[in-house]
């Protein structure tokens, strides 16, 4: 089998100049989050919205960037999946909270 008959199937690989990127804006946001908190300026409720924001737009770079997540068919199933995982994972770090919660009323 000849190397140029090899299809290339799911999501595209990306380019240095993307992981560069990536890497550039992961670095940004992470100084960013720590800057919030080093420098003692905003409130504590403006620093947790700042990071929580932070972390969030890390998150999103990640996929992105690094696990080439986006809106083009090759990586519907990758992203559907996804979805599934962070699904499961809220229902049972949900399921726990609801469950500790009930212990500790029905405790008092």
Known sequence: MSHESIESVGASRGSYKSYI???ILAIVLTIISFGLVMSGSLPHWGVVAGI???AIAQMLVHLHYFLHLDTSSAAYWNLMALIYTA???GIFVGGSIWIMYS???RMM
């Open 21 to 23: 990127a990536g890497f």
């Open 52 to 54: 929580f924001t932070a």
């Open 87 to 89: 699904l499961i994972i």
């Open 103 to 105: 212990l500790y009323h």
